[in-house]
């Protein structure tokens, strides 16, 4: 006799004949490997710690712990709301069996996550263009998303330089090099090494973790005694910004935000895991709040072994290495402790770039039958725009991040 999970795809095989499609990816991903991805994409407390430049000036501690804690809430209200979409309709066949013929035939692409569900919960005569609408808004908030892993990972990288070299000037190309560098490796491996992502996400998750747990201790360890006061961590405000403290404050919940975008993940690649009505709505939720929980309690630690927010905030080093080296009082210290982010964030490029493709790779298999490798290349020149008009400004960074996480929230408001 047949399991209920070899029951389920060959019910969904015969769904997909009636209408005369067939699944074209293969189910690679368990789910520890697909939560690997999610979390990978999410990252955290490499994320957050990397971006602590948005919050710091715009609300302080409070906006870097408290805002955190805001976006973590309503992160897990979206993913519990995007979760149980998930387990109603886990793949488009279930999708489609559900539509006019019309309808269906228009959206019979997978990977296609919220556009989809708009198309089963809409009005008929507004399903095309509720669905085209946040489709194409979703595609775009995604390739936002691919520039950011390149982006933080180049910060830190031109931060470290100055820690050997003080009179090193930083050159936007510089920065920009190095940003091609992550995109370029992300792109390989997508469109090169398809059967070895699975386990890079494996391992991505465990590296994450480990650098999480071993950073903290590290710190913590090397600061002690000298530790600021709990009044600073958990109620220091500052606003240095020029708006309002309100205005500032809100402000700073981008690095929140951002820390913790990208859950969704799991709805574009629901194709590639078995029993997923089961396991993906789980893994949604769970990289939510193990993002949550590590990025609350690395920030903590962070700012206990911070000393001077000020000094930290004007550092050439940038948030992430002045606190390193202030902890530390070592350079190589310092260094050895900053491969563990910079890795994370090449893990979280090649996530994203997998998301991403299967995402555009949905939308383009609509138009005409094409392949997710070919999504890839097809990311590489908008990722080359997005950041060539300023290659690496500071203020161009915060609108970019703010451009991808307005897109990336946009098609919830339908």
Avoid at 88 to 112: D, E, F, K, M, W
Wanted: with cysteine.
């Amino acid at each position: 006799m047949a399991s209920p999970h070899e029951d389920g795809l060959t019910s969904d095989d015969q769904q997909l004949a009636a209408l005369g499609k067939k699944q074209e990816l293969k189910r690679n991903f368990s789910p520890l490997s697909m939560l690997g991805l999610a979390f990978a994409i999410l990252n955290s407390w490499t994320a957050l710690s990397a971006s602590m430049g948005l919050a710091l000036p715009s609300g302080g501690a409070t906006s870097v712990l408290w805002g955190l804690v805001t976006a973590g809430v309503c992160n897990l209200c979206l993913a519990a709301s995007l979760a149980e979409f998930l387990s109603a309709y886990p793949t488009v066949r279930i999708i489609c069996i559900h539509l006019q013929p019309a309808h269906a035939a228009n959206i019979i692409s997978q990977a296609g996550g919220q556009y989809h569900w708009v198309a089963v919960i809409s009005w008929k005569s507004w399903v095309p263009i509720l669905s085209w609408i946040t489709g194409w808004i979703n595609v775009f908030g995604w390739m936002a998303l691919t520039a950011t892993a390149g982006l933080l990972g180049s910060q830190l990288i031109v931060g470290i330089i100055p820690l050997y070299l003080p009179d090193y000037v930083e050159q936007r190309w510089h920065q920009f090099l190095i940003y091609i560098s992550y995109n370029l490796i992300a792109f390989v491996i997508n469109a090169f090494g398809n059967s070895i992502i699975p386990l890079v996400n494996k391992t991505a998750i465990i590296w994450s973790i480990s650098g999480f747990a071993i950073i903290s201790i590290t710190v913590l360890a090397c600061a002690t005694p000298e530790y600021n006061s709990a009044k600073l961590v958990f109620t220091d405000f500052r606003n240095e910004t020029g708006w309002p403290d309100g205005v500032a404050w809100l402000l700073g919940l981008l690095q929140g935000g951002l820390g913790l975008t990208g859950f969704d993940a799991t709805a574009h690649m629901i194709e590639e895991i078995p029993n997923a009505a089961i396991e993906g709505p789980k893994i949604m939720i769970y990289c939510v709040a193990i993002g949550l929980t590590t990025g609350f309690i690395f920030l903590m630690c962070l700012l206990f072994v911070a000393g001077n927010l000020e000094d930290i905030i004007a550092s050439p080093y940038g948030p992430l290495g002045a606190i390193f080296y202030h902890a530390t009082g070592n350079k190589a210290g310092t260094v050895c402790l900053t491969i563990f982010p910079l890795i994370c964030l090449v893990f979280a490029a090649i996530s994203i770039m997998t998301t991403s493709s299967r995402m555009t790779w949905g939308k383009l298999h609509v138009l005409f039958t094409t392949h997710p490798t070919l999504a890839n290349s097809c990311l590489q020149p908008s990722l080359v725009m997005v950041v060539c008009h300023s290659r690496g400004t500071s203020p161009a960074c915060t609108s970019r991040l703010t451009y991808h996480w307005s897109l990336f929230h946009s098609p919830y408001l339908w």
